[in-house]
């Protein structure tokens, strides 16, 4: 990369853009001019990059969700002139760093599934696999949080508010996609991907909702202003917002048309790409072309590329079926029952009748091949796409699908030998385990440089990046006192660093001798945020009652953002800053514990708290956490795990050795055992420890003001609300080991020297969690697409 052009660059497009010199310029526009400078050096690499994809198989990720975060500081380090740019604007008198956090957070995910999305493009670029990705370009992300009189309050994310360097508006790709009642463009917009070296760059497609004419002319002129632009606003609203996971009725038609535009905008472009390459026989299309849906999302990809192979290109149903049955496969991520997919079949009538025809022609040959089978009507009900007025999308999926996979291995077997069950019967081939990844750019070598050095001092060179395993080799240096005090010493320094943005952003201070204690998540009943906040009570307790308990000074650090409709979330939300303000006020504990709630956790945010961690919380109730990747991204940075036999803490465990993790709590088949006599009542009668921490939620103790706001959380754990059980993910049954298990915690901590060999163990351990290791596995086990070379 050429200094001197960028430099040109850079002036030019401020004088072109704004009318300034780059030395006037706000850090916005320095932000925009070297983002767009660093674009006019790749293009070329990107375009070459493209032509090369098409002379092989390639495969799609249809995802509606990714979270991408930041683009700048990960390219520089992708394209590896990260520290050449910070001396280029050190040379103009500007700080990269700050011109960094000046970016947006690109937010178009919810959590764990689209920041996995964001992680496996960059893991196909870095190992030159032909995928490209296609999305949504939401208007407005994830939203931005606040608290306000200690509750989450949600704003609107305007990510583009500084522009939009970082895409390619493509106009020429544009295509029409057809509702029932309207007709709107999808124009999609390409984000390169840069791939670790610079040498393969790939395209993430995005695409966004545009009305076929801006507006009704002739109302205008009868100075009808609003109904003119009414059409307009209609259409944009369709990738105007990322929907929560929670959203219900009212934003359910909407979010069904997302859907639909989605997937109609990127079969169309993927079949308008074959048939300009290969001609309009359809029987090669899977030689060319594997498609992977990111969850049920986007399973109408399906019934669309039927419906264009039998309406437009004039195929029987049967042969269009049957190739769609090599094309599609499908990634499931949760065995929760309220997030699995369900559409009323009356919204789909409504919105595309002929979708829905194709949907039920999909059922019946479904049913056929089950007679055929000689399965009765009773078993042949289970397998139903259609049932009750509903379609089950997770069913289409399965019986079109060639490949179904799970996210971690344990997630997997409780999908064959649970979940879906019968469908392991009817199709056991089609089953497959692909233990989640992280890529471990973003997660290392951008978040913390000083690690990375490190390692790339002690291991002779920097491969390590591009293949994790080679970390293995550090276990060598576990009895090297100079290297376990370097650990320390970043840590440190990581530790320091988040100090300082804590206190910049949230305006608190926190020690950075004390213990960092991290939990950071979406906010959910199965992720037990509650059962860490119990605990911290119970400290809070055990402190004032004795304050010379011998236990080290911690930091409870937390970040989490609730579904903006999920009440009892929010609840925790509030309790958690409740006993902060609680701890806070009580003098003989403050100097102790201390619990922080940052706003806004984001992909930026966990960039800063990551590798500042000195534990990391995985607590789910086992069963629950399909894999985490969290929990990836707190090992490789040194974190201990402190968690349950949950999703891929199983496999980090038998990675880095149960020794070096604190693992706790009822197994997946002890909770199966106990479910159906659980009692959590007695639990609170014999134990006073956790009878006092949960009176603490009604007595005035949390809440002086004696609203009641937690008497919801109080109920829902011993008595059940709305025909819920009782405690439904088992915190007080797990209380006890939690509270044993935190005490080894404080116990193991006084040994410095002995936690940085923990340390060190899973970092040496964490190779098998990149996403480099998951995308190969995809390509060569589902997708049957190799390196280009
Ligand atoms: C639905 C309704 C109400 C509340 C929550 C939901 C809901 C919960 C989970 C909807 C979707 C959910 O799953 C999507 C998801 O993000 N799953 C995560 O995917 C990650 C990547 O595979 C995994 O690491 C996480 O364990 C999994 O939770």
């Known amino acids: ?56 198989k390639m495969a799609f990720y249809i995802s509606a969700e990714y979270l991408m ?11 590896q002139e990260y520290d050449q740019v910070k001396d280029l604007l050190k040379e103009l008198n500007i700080n990269l760093n700050e011109v960094e956090e000046m970016e947006e957070d690109a937010a178009l995910g919810n959590g764990g599934l689209g920041r996995l999305a964001a992680c496996f493009m960059d893991s196909s670029a870095t190992m030159h696999l032909p995928v490209q990705g296609y999305g949504l370009r939401y208007r407005n992300g994830l939203f931005k949080q606040c608290f306000k009189n200690g509750e989450q309050v949600e704003e609107a994310d305007e990510w583009l508010k500084y522009g939009d360097p970082w895409s390619i508006r493509k106009e020429a790709d544009m295509v029409y996609i057809n509702f ?53 606003n209609r259409t944009e609203d369709i990738t ?107 919204l789909m009538q409504k919105l595309f009748p002929r979708i829905y025809q194709i949907i039920e022609q999909i059922d019946a040959a479904l049913v056929q091949e089950l007679r055929e089978k000689g399965y009765s009507d009773d078993r042949i009900n289970m397998y139903h796409i259609i049932k009750e007025g509903k379609v089950h999308m997770a069913h289409m999926a399965i019986y079109v699908g060639f490949a179904i996979n799970g996210v971690a291995k344990l997630h997997t077997e409780i999908l064959k030998n649970t979940e879906l069950h019968h469908w392991y019967e009817l199709y056991p081939y089609k089953f497959q385990n692909k233990t989640n990844g992280i890529t471990p750019r973003r997660w290392l070598v ?41 650990l320390q010493s970043i840590k440190y320094t990581k530790k320091c660093q988040l100090a300082e943005c804590i206190k910049a952003r949230e305006g608190i201070e926190i020690d950075p001798n004390s213990l960092f204690d991290v939990q950071v998540k979406r906010l959910h009943e199965y992720k037990r945020q509650l059962l860490n906040a119990m605990y911290i009570l119970d400290l809070y307790f055990r402190l004032k009652e004795n304050p010379n308990l011998d236990i080290p000074k911690v930091t409870f650090i937390f970040g989490a953002k609730a579904f903006p409709g999920y009440y009892r979330a929010k609840s925790v939300i509030k309790l958690i800053l409740a006993i902060g303000d609680l701890i806070n006020r009580t003098p003989e504990v403050k100097d102790k514990i201390q ?74 088949e002890d909770i199966n055992n106990l479910r159906n006599n659980y009692n959590p009542k007695e639990y609170y009668d014999k134990s006073p420890d956790l009878k006092r921490v949960l009176d603490a939620f009604i007595d005035g103790t949390l809440d002086p003001a004696n609203t009641g706001c937690f008497r919801d959380l109080y109920e829902a754990l011993l008595v059940g609300k709305n025909w819920e059980r009782p405690d439904q993910y088992y915190l007080l049954a797990d209380f006890k080991a939690f509270k044993a298990m935190q005490d080894k915690v404080f116990e193991c901590y006084k040994d410095r020297r002995k936690w940085a060999q923990m340390s ?30």
């Open 1 to 56: 990369m050429e200094k001197q052009s960028i430099k040109e660059y850079m002036e030019m497009y401020c004088k072109m853009t704004y009318g300034k010199t780059v030395k006037h310029a706000t850090t916005a526009e320095v932000w925009s001019a070297l983002s767009t400078a660093i674009m006019s050096q790749i293009v070329d690499r990107w375009y070459v990059t493209n032509k090369a994809y098409k002379s092989q």
């Open 69 to 79: 975060g930041r683009a700048l500081g990960n390219n520089l380090i992708n394209l």
């Open 180 to 232: 029932s009642d309207m007709k709107v463009k999808a124009i999609p917009y390409d984000v390169p991907i840069i791939g670790f070296g610079g040498a393969t760059i790939n395209t993430l497609r995005l695409w966004q909702a545009e009305p076929l004419c801006e507006f009704d002319f002739n109302l205008y002129n009868n100075q009808q202003y609003d109904k003119a632009l009414e059409q307009k």
């Open 240 to 346: 105007r917002v990322l929907y929560p996971n929670d959203s219900t009725e009212q934003g359910k038609l909407l979010r069904l048309r997302q859907q639909y535009f989605l997937v109609s905008a990127s079969v169309q472009d993927m079949v308008r790409d074959f048939k300009r390459r290969h001609g309009n026989v359809f029987d090669d299309f899977a030689k060319w072309h594997a498609v992977q849906l990111n969850d049920t999302h986007p399973v109408l990809a399906i019934p669309e590329f039927i419906r264009i192979l039998v309406d437009e290109e004039g195929e029987s149903f049967e042969k269009a079926l049957g190739t769609a049955r090599k094309v599609f496969a499908y990634t499931n991520h949760t065995i929760l029952q309220e997030a699995l997919e369900k559409w009323d079949a009356y």
């Open 446 to 486: 951008l978040a913390n440089q000083e690690l990375s050095s490190l390692i790339t001092e002690k291991l002779g060179s920097n491969e390590w990046m591009m293949d994790l395993s080679l970390l293995k080799q550090l276990t060598k240096f576990v009895e090297d006192d100079e290297v376990l005090e370097r």
């Open 595 to 668: 619990v922080v709630f940052v706003t806004n956790y984001s992909v930026s945010y966990a960039e800063r708290i990551i590798p500042a961690a000195d534990l990391s919380k995985q607590i789910s109730t086992a069963g629950k956490e399909a894999s985490g990747t969290g929990n990836m991204k707190l090992m490789l940075n040194g974190a201990p795990t402190f968690g349950t036999y949950d999703g891929a803490n199983v496999e980090i465990v038998a990675e880095s050795g149960e020794e070096n993790n604190f693992i706790f709590g009822l197994r997946v």
């Open 760 to 789: 060190l163990m899973n970092i040496a351990n964490s190779g098998a969690f990149s996403s480099d290791r998951t995308i190969m596995q995809y390509a060569s086990e589902i997708w049957g697409i190799s390196p280009i070379s």
